[in-house]
Protein backbone atom coordinates (compact mmCIF):
# COMPACT_ATOMS: atom_id res chain seq x y z
CA UNK A 1 0.00 0.00 0.00
CA UNK A 2 1.12 3.19 -0.85
CA UNK A 3 0.85 6.44 1.43
CA UNK A 4 0.77 9.84 0.92
CA UNK A 5 0.63 12.94 3.76
CA UNK A 6 -3.28 12.89 2.78
CA UNK A 7 -3.69 9.08 3.43
CA UNK A 8 -5.54 8.15 7.19
CA UNK A 9 -3.31 6.55 9.17
CA UNK A 10 -5.52 4.22 11.40
CA UNK A 11 -4.51 3.62 15.47
CA UNK A 12 -3.66 0.44 15.22
CA UNK A 13 -0.68 1.23 12.34
CA UNK A 14 1.98 1.54 15.10
CA UNK A 15 0.72 -0.98 17.42
CA UNK A 16 0.76 -3.74 14.99
CA UNK A 17 4.26 -2.72 13.57
CA UNK A 18 5.48 -3.17 17.20
CA UNK A 19 4.25 -6.16 17.95
CA UNK A 20 5.26 -7.98 14.54
CA UNK A 21 8.85 -6.68 14.91
CA UNK A 22 8.95 -7.54 18.94
CA UNK A 23 7.47 -11.18 17.88
CA UNK A 24 9.52 -11.00 14.54
CA UNK A 25 12.59 -10.14 16.05
CA UNK A 26 12.17 -13.09 18.65
CA UNK A 27 13.59 -15.13 15.96
CA UNK A 28 17.29 -13.86 16.46
CA UNK A 29 18.19 -15.36 19.62
CA UNK A 30 15.38 -18.49 19.56
CA UNK A 31 18.92 -20.45 18.88
CA UNK A 32 20.76 -19.06 22.28
CA UNK A 33 17.58 -19.74 24.19
CA UNK A 34 17.23 -23.04 23.43
CA UNK A 35 20.99 -24.00 23.31
CA UNK A 36 21.53 -25.70 26.96
CA UNK A 37 19.13 -28.39 25.94
CA UNK A 38 20.15 -28.81 22.66
CA UNK A 39 24.34 -29.04 24.09
CA UNK A 40 23.07 -31.80 26.21
CA UNK A 41 20.68 -33.68 23.70
CA UNK A 42 23.43 -33.45 21.09
CA UNK A 43 26.37 -32.97 22.92
CA UNK A 44 27.63 -29.63 20.73
CA UNK A 45 30.22 -28.56 22.86
CA UNK A 46 31.39 -24.77 24.99
CA UNK A 47 31.97 -23.12 21.17
CA UNK A 48 28.15 -23.92 20.41
CA UNK A 49 27.14 -20.40 21.74
CA UNK A 50 29.67 -18.58 19.90
CA UNK A 51 28.78 -20.24 16.57
CA UNK A 52 25.72 -20.25 16.31
CA UNK A 53 25.14 -16.61 17.54
CA UNK A 54 27.64 -16.06 14.51
CA UNK A 55 25.57 -17.81 12.14
CA UNK A 56 22.69 -15.71 12.85
CA UNK A 57 24.85 -12.28 11.96
CA UNK A 58 26.56 -13.71 9.18
CA UNK A 59 22.99 -14.96 8.01
CA UNK A 60 21.76 -11.03 9.03
CA UNK A 61 24.38 -9.63 6.92
CA UNK A 62 24.05 -11.70 3.79
CA UNK A 63 20.17 -11.00 3.80
CA UNK A 64 20.43 -7.31 4.29
CA UNK A 65 23.14 -7.13 1.18
CA UNK A 66 20.93 -9.30 -0.76
CA UNK A 67 17.34 -7.31 0.53
CA UNK A 68 19.46 -4.39 -0.63
CA UNK A 69 20.87 -5.14 -3.86
CA UNK A 70 17.78 -6.87 -5.27
CA UNK A 71 15.57 -3.88 -4.05
CA UNK A 72 13.12 -6.43 -2.75
CA UNK A 73 10.91 -3.93 -0.50
CA UNK A 74 10.57 -1.26 -3.04
CA UNK A 75 9.99 -3.43 -5.94
CA UNK A 76 7.26 -5.48 -3.81
CA UNK A 77 4.72 -4.07 -1.15
CA UNK A 78 7.15 -3.79 1.96
CA UNK A 79 3.97 -5.81 3.96
CA UNK A 80 4.72 -8.69 1.90
CA UNK A 81 8.44 -8.86 2.12
CA UNK A 82 7.78 -8.26 5.53
CA UNK A 83 5.13 -11.59 5.91
CA UNK A 84 7.08 -13.38 3.58
CA UNK A 85 10.40 -13.10 5.79
CA UNK A 86 8.72 -13.47 8.91
CA UNK A 87 6.90 -16.45 7.96
CA UNK A 88 9.57 -17.72 6.20
CA UNK A 89 11.88 -17.24 9.34
CA UNK A 90 9.47 -18.90 11.59
CA UNK A 91 9.64 -21.36 9.00
CA UNK A 92 13.14 -21.90 9.46
CA UNK A 93 13.21 -21.76 12.90
CA UNK A 94 10.66 -25.16 13.51
CA UNK A 95 12.55 -26.66 11.43
CA UNK A 96 15.16 -27.25 14.12
CA UNK A 97 12.76 -29.83 15.55
CA UNK A 98 14.22 -32.60 12.85
CA UNK A 99 17.81 -32.18 14.31
CA UNK A 100 17.18 -35.65 16.14
CA UNK A 101 16.81 -37.27 13.00
CA UNK A 102 20.12 -35.90 11.01
CA UNK A 103 23.37 -37.07 11.43
CA UNK A 104 25.18 -34.14 11.66
CA UNK A 105 22.72 -31.59 13.53
CA UNK A 106 25.52 -29.82 14.55
CA UNK A 107 25.62 -28.32 11.05
CA UNK A 108 22.50 -28.37 10.25
CA UNK A 109 21.66 -26.08 13.27
CA UNK A 110 24.20 -23.60 11.51
CA UNK A 111 22.56 -23.58 8.52
CA UNK A 112 19.08 -23.08 9.70
CA UNK A 113 20.23 -20.38 12.14
CA UNK A 114 22.01 -18.68 9.01
CA UNK A 115 18.80 -18.71 6.80
CA UNK A 116 16.83 -17.12 10.31
CA UNK A 117 19.35 -14.67 10.31
CA UNK A 118 19.01 -14.19 6.41
CA UNK A 119 15.19 -13.39 6.36
CA UNK A 120 15.61 -11.11 9.84
CA UNK A 121 16.69 -8.87 7.03
CA UNK A 122 13.07 -8.81 5.79
CA UNK A 123 11.83 -7.80 9.02
CA UNK A 124 14.14 -5.28 11.05
CA UNK A 125 14.99 -3.08 8.34
CA UNK A 126 11.52 -3.59 6.34
CA UNK A 127 9.80 -2.89 9.45
CA UNK A 128 11.57 0.64 9.99
CA UNK A 129 10.50 1.15 6.22
CA UNK A 130 6.78 0.98 7.21
CA UNK A 131 6.60 3.04 9.77
CA UNK A 132 8.22 5.89 7.81
CA UNK A 133 5.43 5.44 4.98
CA UNK A 134 3.15 5.84 7.96
CA UNK A 135 4.85 8.49 9.97
CA UNK A 136 6.20 11.54 7.96
CA UNK A 137 5.57 13.21 11.13
CA UNK A 138 6.68 11.57 14.35
CA UNK A 139 8.66 9.61 12.87
CA UNK A 140 11.30 9.40 15.59
CA UNK A 141 8.96 8.52 18.33
CA UNK A 142 7.40 5.64 16.52
CA UNK A 143 11.18 4.74 15.26
CA UNK A 144 11.83 4.43 19.50
CA UNK A 145 9.26 2.05 19.89
CA UNK A 146 10.48 -0.26 16.95
CA UNK A 147 14.36 0.22 18.40
CA UNK A 148 12.72 -0.60 22.21
CA UNK A 149 10.33 -3.69 20.30
CA UNK A 150 13.76 -4.96 18.55
CA UNK A 151 15.71 -4.68 22.27
CA UNK A 152 12.80 -6.55 24.01
CA UNK A 153 11.98 -9.37 21.44
CA UNK A 154 15.56 -10.61 21.30
CA UNK A 155 14.86 -11.30 24.89
CA UNK A 156 12.06 -12.65 24.55
CA UNK A 157 12.97 -16.52 23.46
CA UNK A 158 14.70 -16.70 27.24
CA UNK A 159 11.64 -15.25 28.86
CA UNK A 160 9.48 -17.96 26.91
CA UNK A 161 11.37 -20.36 28.45
CA UNK A 162 11.59 -18.91 31.77
CA UNK A 163 8.03 -18.87 32.26
CA UNK A 164 7.85 -22.20 30.41
CA UNK A 165 8.94 -23.98 33.48
CA UNK A 166 10.32 -27.54 32.54
CA UNK A 167 8.93 -27.54 28.95
CA UNK A 168 10.83 -29.35 26.44
CA UNK A 169 12.82 -27.22 24.26
CA UNK A 170 10.90 -28.47 20.47
CA UNK A 171 8.09 -26.45 22.60
CA UNK A 172 9.52 -23.26 23.53
CA UNK A 173 10.59 -23.22 19.50
CA UNK A 174 7.31 -23.98 18.20
CA UNK A 175 6.05 -20.86 20.65
CA UNK A 176 8.76 -18.46 19.07
CA UNK A 177 7.34 -19.69 15.65
CA UNK A 178 4.02 -19.14 15.89
CA UNK A 179 4.14 -15.97 17.92
CA UNK A 180 6.76 -14.81 14.86
CA UNK A 181 4.64 -16.18 11.51
CA UNK A 182 0.95 -15.08 13.02
CA UNK A 183 1.31 -11.55 14.31
CA UNK A 184 1.62 -9.88 10.79
CA UNK A 185 -1.73 -11.56 9.46
CA UNK A 186 -3.30 -10.09 12.33
CA UNK A 187 -3.52 -7.00 10.64
CA UNK A 188 -6.14 -8.34 7.89
CA UNK A 189 -7.34 -10.93 10.37
CA UNK A 190 -8.84 -8.57 12.57
CA UNK A 191 -10.59 -5.82 10.65
CA UNK A 192 -13.70 -5.51 13.23
CA UNK A 193 -11.59 -4.20 16.15
CA UNK A 194 -10.23 -0.98 14.16
CA UNK A 195 -13.99 0.37 14.70
CA UNK A 196 -13.85 -0.56 18.11
CA UNK A 197 -9.89 0.46 18.46
CA UNK A 198 -9.92 4.05 17.08
CA UNK A 199 -13.50 4.57 18.92
CA UNK A 200 -12.75 8.00 20.69
CA UNK A 201 -13.32 7.76 24.79
CA UNK A 202 -12.38 11.66 25.29
CA UNK A 203 -10.22 14.58 23.82
CA UNK A 204 -7.46 16.54 24.89
CA UNK A 205 -4.90 19.08 24.08
CA UNK A 206 -1.25 18.70 24.39
CA UNK A 207 1.18 21.28 22.45
CA UNK A 208 3.41 20.41 19.77
CA UNK A 209 6.02 22.17 17.91
CA UNK A 210 4.43 25.47 19.33
CA UNK A 211 1.16 24.56 18.64
CA UNK A 212 -1.91 23.13 20.55
CA UNK A 213 -3.19 20.05 18.53
CA UNK A 214 -6.50 17.54 20.27
CA UNK A 215 -5.83 14.61 20.22
CA UNK A 216 -8.39 11.80 21.13
CA UNK A 217 -7.66 8.60 23.69
CA UNK A 218 -9.12 5.80 21.91
CA UNK A 219 -9.86 2.38 23.02
CA UNK A 220 -6.99 1.15 21.47
CA UNK A 221 -4.58 3.51 23.28
CA UNK A 222 -6.48 2.48 26.56
CA UNK A 223 -5.77 -1.67 25.94
CA UNK A 224 -2.36 -0.57 25.05
CA UNK A 225 -1.65 0.99 28.04
CA UNK A 226 -3.75 -2.01 30.12
CA UNK A 227 -1.39 -4.37 28.06
CA UNK A 228 2.28 -2.68 29.08
CA UNK A 229 0.55 -2.62 32.92
CA UNK A 230 0.24 -6.13 32.93
CA UNK A 231 3.33 -6.90 30.91
CA UNK A 232 5.54 -4.47 32.92
CA UNK A 233 3.50 -5.94 36.27
CA UNK A 234 4.78 -9.45 34.47
CA UNK A 235 8.24 -8.51 33.57
CA UNK A 236 9.19 -6.94 37.26
CA UNK A 237 7.94 -10.77 38.77
CA UNK A 238 9.62 -12.53 35.95
CA UNK A 239 12.72 -10.76 35.11
CA UNK A 240 15.04 -11.86 37.96
CA UNK A 241 15.07 -15.29 36.86
CA UNK A 242 15.59 -14.04 33.26
CA UNK A 243 18.80 -12.26 34.28
CA UNK A 244 20.05 -15.75 35.76
CA UNK A 245 19.03 -17.32 32.38
CA UNK A 246 20.36 -14.54 29.78
CA UNK A 247 23.44 -12.82 31.83
CA UNK A 248 24.46 -13.36 35.46
CA UNK A 249 25.00 -17.15 35.23
CA UNK A 250 27.72 -16.71 32.24
CA UNK A 251 29.67 -14.23 34.97
CA UNK A 252 31.45 -15.24 38.27
CA UNK A 253 29.62 -12.25 40.30
CA UNK A 254 28.90 -12.70 43.60
CA UNK A 255 24.96 -13.28 45.29
CA UNK A 256 25.02 -9.69 46.45
CA UNK A 257 25.83 -8.11 42.83
CA UNK A 258 23.29 -10.43 41.52
CA UNK A 259 20.61 -9.15 43.73
CA UNK A 260 21.26 -5.28 43.57
CA UNK A 261 21.42 -5.38 39.65
CA UNK A 262 17.84 -7.25 40.07
CA UNK A 263 16.33 -5.04 42.47
CA UNK A 264 17.53 -2.16 40.06
CA UNK A 265 16.35 -3.76 36.79
CA UNK A 266 13.22 -3.74 38.23
CA UNK A 267 13.02 -0.80 39.46
CA UNK A 268 13.65 0.92 35.96
CA UNK A 269 11.26 -2.06 34.33
CA UNK A 270 8.62 -0.24 36.52
CA UNK A 271 9.17 2.96 36.12
CA UNK A 272 9.31 2.37 32.18
CA UNK A 273 6.57 0.76 31.94
CA UNK A 274 4.57 3.51 34.21
CA UNK A 275 6.15 5.86 31.62
CA UNK A 276 5.23 3.91 29.07
CA UNK A 277 1.24 3.24 29.84
CA UNK A 278 1.04 7.38 30.49
CA UNK A 279 2.70 8.14 27.11
CA UNK A 280 -0.12 5.67 25.61
CA UNK A 281 -2.91 7.54 27.86
CA UNK A 282 -2.12 10.81 26.72
CA UNK A 283 -0.47 12.07 30.19
CA UNK A 284 2.64 13.78 29.61
CA UNK A 285 4.64 15.41 31.80
CA UNK A 286 3.18 19.11 31.15
CA UNK A 287 0.14 17.52 32.48
CA UNK A 288 1.65 16.53 36.02
CA UNK A 289 4.83 18.44 36.69
CA UNK A 290 2.35 20.74 39.08
CA UNK A 291 1.04 17.36 41.23
CA UNK A 292 4.37 16.04 41.57
CA UNK A 293 5.59 19.34 42.91
CA UNK A 294 2.42 19.06 44.85
CA UNK A 295 3.35 15.98 46.55
CA UNK A 296 6.67 16.17 46.79
CA UNK A 297 6.07 19.32 49.22
CA UNK A 298 3.35 16.41 50.94
CA UNK A 299 5.77 13.81 51.23
CA UNK A 300 8.44 15.75 51.94
CA UNK A 301 6.32 16.37 55.58
CA UNK A 302 3.86 13.74 55.99
CA UNK A 303 6.27 10.62 54.35
CA UNK A 304 9.58 11.60 54.89
CA UNK A 305 10.96 8.89 56.82
CA UNK A 306 9.39 6.29 54.21
CA UNK A 307 10.92 8.66 51.17
CA UNK A 308 14.33 8.65 53.02
CA UNK A 309 14.01 4.89 53.58
CA UNK A 310 13.13 4.33 50.35
CA UNK A 311 16.11 6.94 49.23
CA UNK A 312 18.49 4.63 51.50
CA UNK A 313 17.82 1.47 49.87
CA UNK A 314 18.88 2.89 46.59
CA UNK A 315 22.38 4.21 47.95
CA UNK A 316 22.48 0.26 49.67
CA UNK A 317 22.15 -0.99 46.67
CA UNK A 318 24.45 1.38 44.40
CA UNK A 319 27.22 1.26 47.20
CA UNK A 320 26.37 -1.69 48.68
CA UNK A 321 27.73 -1.39 52.02
CA UNK A 322 26.06 -4.17 53.43
CA UNK A 323 24.77 -7.72 51.25
CA UNK A 324 22.84 -10.51 51.15
CA UNK A 325 24.57 -13.02 53.42
CA UNK A 326 26.51 -10.26 55.72
CA UNK A 327 26.92 -10.12 58.81
CA UNK A 328 26.36 -6.98 60.48
CA UNK A 329 25.60 -4.99 63.99
CA UNK A 330 22.97 -2.39 63.74
CA UNK A 331 22.48 -0.61 67.60
CA UNK A 332 21.77 -3.86 69.83
CA UNK A 333 20.90 -5.93 67.05
CA UNK A 334 23.53 -8.50 65.02
CA UNK A 335 22.48 -11.03 62.40
CA UNK A 336 23.04 -12.03 58.50
CA UNK A 337 21.47 -9.77 56.44
CA UNK A 338 18.35 -11.84 53.85
CA UNK A 339 16.41 -9.43 52.47
CA UNK A 340 16.97 -5.75 50.80
CA UNK A 341 14.05 -3.98 49.94
CA UNK A 342 12.74 -0.77 48.97
CA UNK A 343 11.64 0.55 52.68
CA UNK A 344 13.29 -2.28 55.02
CA UNK A 345 16.58 -4.69 55.11
CA UNK A 346 15.53 -7.77 57.18
CA UNK A 347 18.08 -9.62 59.35
CA UNK A 348 17.78 -12.89 60.83
CA UNK A 349 19.13 -12.64 64.60
CA UNK A 350 20.67 -15.34 65.98
CA UNK A 351 18.01 -17.14 68.03
CA UNK A 352 16.48 -17.39 63.94
CA UNK A 353 14.57 -14.49 64.67
CA UNK A 354 13.99 -11.91 61.88
CA UNK A 355 14.48 -8.27 62.80
CA UNK A 356 13.43 -5.87 59.85
CA UNK A 357 15.57 -2.44 60.12
CA UNK A 358 14.61 0.54 58.28
CA UNK A 359 16.80 1.09 55.53
CA UNK A 360 17.80 4.35 56.97
CA UNK A 361 19.52 3.35 59.91
CA UNK A 362 22.48 1.58 57.74
CA UNK A 363 23.40 5.41 56.43
CA UNK A 364 22.69 7.00 58.90
CA UNK A 365 23.62 5.44 62.16
CA UNK A 366 26.67 3.53 62.84
CA UNK A 367 26.79 -0.06 61.11
CA UNK A 368 29.50 -2.79 62.04
CA UNK A 369 29.60 -4.96 58.76
CA UNK A 370 31.96 -8.15 59.89
CA UNK A 371 32.02 -10.05 56.27
CA UNK A 372 32.54 -7.21 54.07
CA UNK A 373 35.75 -7.41 53.46
CA UNK A 374 36.95 -10.24 54.91
CA UNK A 375 35.86 -12.47 57.48
CA UNK A 376 39.05 -12.50 59.34
CA UNK A 377 38.41 -11.37 62.87
CA UNK A 378 39.99 -11.34 66.39
CA UNK A 379 39.01 -13.06 69.60
CA UNK A 380 40.33 -11.49 72.80
CA UNK A 381 40.12 -13.40 75.93
CA UNK A 382 41.02 -12.40 79.78
CA UNK A 383 42.59 -14.37 81.63
CA UNK A 384 43.67 -13.97 85.49
CA UNK A 385 46.03 -16.16 88.07
CA UNK A 386 47.31 -15.73 91.39
CA UNK A 387 49.39 -13.59 92.44
CA UNK A 388 53.23 -15.43 92.25
CA UNK A 389 52.92 -17.09 89.41
CA UNK A 390 55.71 -16.83 87.24
CA UNK A 391 54.83 -14.31 84.35
CA UNK A 392 56.88 -15.39 81.92
CA UNK A 393 55.49 -19.40 82.68
CA UNK A 394 52.07 -18.26 82.67
CA UNK A 395 52.44 -16.49 79.11
CA UNK A 396 53.98 -19.95 77.37
CA UNK A 397 51.63 -22.24 79.07
CA UNK A 398 48.68 -19.82 77.70
CA UNK A 399 50.52 -19.12 74.19
CA UNK A 400 50.95 -23.12 73.44
CA UNK A 401 47.57 -23.41 74.31
CA UNK A 402 46.45 -21.02 72.14
CA UNK A 403 48.57 -22.13 69.41
CA UNK A 404 47.70 -26.05 69.73
CA UNK A 405 44.13 -25.31 68.47
CA UNK A 406 43.59 -25.81 64.87
CA UNK A 407 40.70 -23.25 63.76
CA UNK A 408 43.26 -20.58 65.43
CA UNK A 409 45.13 -18.54 62.54
CA UNK A 410 48.81 -18.68 62.48
CA UNK A 411 49.31 -15.62 60.58
CA UNK A 412 48.27 -13.11 61.69
CA UNK A 413 49.91 -15.20 64.83
CA UNK A 414 48.12 -15.21 68.14
CA UNK A 415 49.44 -13.79 71.10
CA UNK A 416 49.57 -13.36 74.15
CA UNK A 417 50.58 -9.90 76.90
CA UNK A 418 50.25 -9.43 80.59
CA UNK A 419 47.82 -6.24 80.70
CA UNK A 420 47.77 -5.37 84.74
CA UNK A 421 47.87 -5.95 88.24
CA UNK A 422 44.15 -6.90 89.21
CA UNK A 423 42.59 -6.85 92.75
CA UNK A 424 42.94 -10.26 93.31
CA UNK A 425 44.55 -11.70 89.78
CA UNK A 426 47.95 -10.93 87.27
CA UNK A 427 45.80 -10.35 84.31
CA UNK A 428 46.25 -11.55 81.29
CA UNK A 429 44.96 -11.23 77.90
CA UNK A 430 44.96 -13.45 74.71
CA UNK A 431 44.70 -12.47 71.18
CA UNK A 432 43.66 -15.11 68.36
CA UNK A 433 42.44 -14.72 64.83
CA UNK A 434 39.88 -17.12 62.91
CA UNK A 435 39.11 -17.10 59.63
CA UNK A 436 35.04 -17.27 59.87
CA UNK A 437 32.66 -15.23 61.79
CA UNK A 438 30.74 -18.20 62.25
CA UNK A 439 33.55 -19.82 64.03
CA UNK A 440 34.12 -17.26 67.05
CA UNK A 441 31.96 -19.13 69.20
CA UNK A 442 33.46 -22.62 68.71
CA UNK A 443 36.88 -21.25 69.08
CA UNK A 444 36.43 -19.18 72.11
CA UNK A 445 34.84 -22.08 73.72
CA UNK A 446 37.97 -24.33 72.72
CA UNK A 447 40.29 -21.83 73.98
CA UNK A 448 39.04 -21.25 77.47
CA UNK A 449 38.79 -25.10 78.13
CA UNK A 450 42.48 -25.64 76.42
CA UNK A 451 43.95 -22.70 79.22
CA UNK A 452 41.77 -23.95 81.97
CA UNK A 453 43.73 -27.61 81.11
CA UNK A 454 47.24 -26.11 80.41
CA UNK A 455 46.98 -24.09 84.10
CA UNK A 456 45.64 -27.26 85.96
CA UNK A 457 48.20 -29.19 84.49
CA UNK A 458 51.00 -26.58 85.65
CA UNK A 459 49.83 -25.73 88.53
CA UNK A 460 49.06 -22.04 88.06
CA UNK A 461 46.30 -20.91 90.23
CA UNK A 462 42.88 -19.19 88.69
CA UNK A 463 42.04 -17.17 92.02
CA UNK A 464 39.02 -16.31 93.60
CA UNK A 465 38.30 -12.71 94.25
CA UNK A 466 40.08 -11.84 97.81
CA UNK A 467 39.02 -9.18 100.26
CA UNK A 468 40.87 -8.17 103.70
CA UNK A 469 38.65 -7.23 106.24
CA UNK A 470 40.35 -5.20 109.17
CA UNK A 471 37.66 -4.19 112.01
CA UNK A 472 39.05 -0.92 113.95
CA UNK A 473 36.83 -1.18 116.76
CA UNK A 474 33.86 -3.75 117.60
CA UNK A 475 33.21 -3.75 121.82
CA UNK A 476 30.26 -6.41 121.23
CA UNK A 477 31.85 -8.83 119.10
CA UNK A 478 34.93 -8.55 121.18
CA UNK A 479 32.28 -9.78 124.85
CA UNK A 480 30.70 -12.16 122.30
CA UNK A 481 34.19 -14.16 121.52
CA UNK A 482 34.78 -14.03 125.01
CA UNK A 483 31.82 -15.85 126.00
CA UNK A 484 32.23 -18.29 123.28
CA UNK A 485 35.79 -19.30 124.67
CA UNK A 486 34.15 -19.19 128.15
CA UNK A 487 31.63 -21.70 127.14
Do not use: C
Amino acid sequence: MTTTADTPRPARVLPVIVLSQFAGTSLWFAGNALLPDLERQFALGQQAVATVTSAVQLGFIAGTLVFALLNLADRFQARAVFLASAVLGAVANASMLALAYLESPYLALLGLRFVTGFFLAGIYPVGMKIAASWYRQGLGGALGFLVGALVLGTALPHLVRGLGGGLPWQSVSITLSLLAGLWWTWWDALPALTVIGDHALWTYTETVGGKEVTQALTVGHLFLALLVVVVTAVAVGRVGALLDILLLQRFEMQADATYAIKVITRYAIAAGGIVLASNFLGIGWSDVQWLVAALSVGLGFGLQEIVANFISGLIVLAERPIRIGDVVTVGDITGTVARIRARATAVIDFDNKEVIIPNKAFITERVVNWTLSNETTRLLLKVGVAYGSDIEQVRKVLLDAVQGIDEVLQDPPPSVYMRGFGDSSLDFEIRAYVDAFGKRLQVQHRINLEVARALAEHGIEIPFPQRDLHIASAPGLAGALSGDRRG
